[in-house]
C-alpha cells in the first residue's frame, strides 16, 4: 500500500470501527464505547492531518472521509435510540436532516462528476454540525458511564 493510501484506509478503519461501537453501545459497555468512539476520533483527526500535510488529498478521499463520518455518526444515534438513551423525536430530526443533506450532496456529486472536478470540499457549517453531532455522542456516553459510576442507574 502506498502511503497516499493512509488517509483514505484511517477512513476505512472509522467504517469498521462502528460494528464494535454499536455492539459495545448495544451491551451496555459505555466505557468501551467512548474509547472505541474516541478511537474513530483519532482516525478522523489523522486522516484529515495526514492529507493535508502530505498533500495526498484524493477524490476518493473527499468522498469516503464525510461517508465515513455520516456511517459513525447515524448507526450510533440509531444504537443509542436503541439502548433507550436518545428519544425518538431527536433521533428523527437528526435522520431527517441527514437524509436532505446527503441527497442534496449525491445531486451535487453527480453534477460534478458530468464536469469532471476534483474534489468535493465540505462546508465549514458542514464541518461544525459533524463536530457538534459527535459532542452530542459524547455527551449521551458519558451521562451513562457518570450514572453507572455513581449508582445513579438503579434508582
Given at each position: 500500500?502506498?502511503?497516499?493510501m493512509l488517509p483514505n484506509a484511517l477512513s476505512i478503519i472509522?467504517?469498521?470501527?462502528?460494528?464494535?461501537?454499536?455492539?459495545?453501545?448495544?451491551?451496555?459497555?459505555?466505557?468501551?464505547?467512548?474509547?472505541?468512539?474516541?478511537?474513530?476520533?483519532?482516525?478522523?483527526?489523522?486522516?484529515?492531518?495526514?492529507?493535508?500535510?502530505?498533500?495526498?488529498?484524493?477524490?476518493?478521499?473527499?468522498?469516503?472521509?464525510?461517508?465515513?463520518?455520516?456511517?459513525?455518526?447515524?448507526?450510533?444515534?440509531?444504537?443509542?435510540?436503541?439502548?433507550?438513551?436518545?428519544?425518538?423525536?431527536?433521533?428523527?430530526?437528526?435522520?431527517?436532516?441527514?437524509?436532505?443533506?446527503?441527497?442534496?450532496?449525491?445531486?451535487?456529486?453527480?453534477?460534478?462528476?458530468?464536469?469532471?472536478?476534483?474534489?468535493?470540499?465540505?462546508?465549514?457549517?458542514?464541518?461544525?454540525?459533524?463536530?457538534?453531532?459527535?459532542?452530542?455522542?459524547?455527551?449521551?456516553?458519558?451521562?451513562?458511564?457518570?450514572?453507572?459510576?455513581?449508582?445513579?442507574r438503579d434508582m
Open positions: 500500500m502506498s502511503y497516499s472509522r467504517i469498521i470501527l462502528t460494528v464494535p461501537i454499536v455492539i459495545a453501545l448495544l451491551k451496555e459497555q459505555y466505557l468501551l464505547t467512548l474509547l472505541l468512539f474516541l478511537l474513530a476520533g483519532i482516525t478522523d483527526a489523522l486522516d484529515g492531518w495526514i492529507a493535508k500535510q502530505f498533500s495526498f488529498q484524493s477524490r476518493l478521499g473527499s468522498i469516503l472521509d464525510p461517508m465515513a463520518d455520516k456511517i459513525l455518526l447515524t448507526c450510533s444515534f440509531i444504537a443509542l435510540y436503541w439502548a433507550g438513551i436518545m428519544p425518538l423525536w431527536l433521533l428523527m430530526i437528526i435522520f431527517v436532516r441527514d437524509v436532505i443533506i446527503v441527497a442534496g450532496a449525491l445531486g451535487y456529486f453527480l453534477g460534478e462528476i458530468s464536469r469532471n472536478s476534483d474534489m468535493l470540499e465540505p462546508s465549514l457549517i458542514s464541518k461544525f454540525n459533524t463536530v457538534l453531532q459527535i459532542a452530542l455522542v459524547l455527551f449521551l456516553l458519558l451521562i451513562q458511564i457518570y450514572t453507572e459510576l455513581n449508582g445513579l
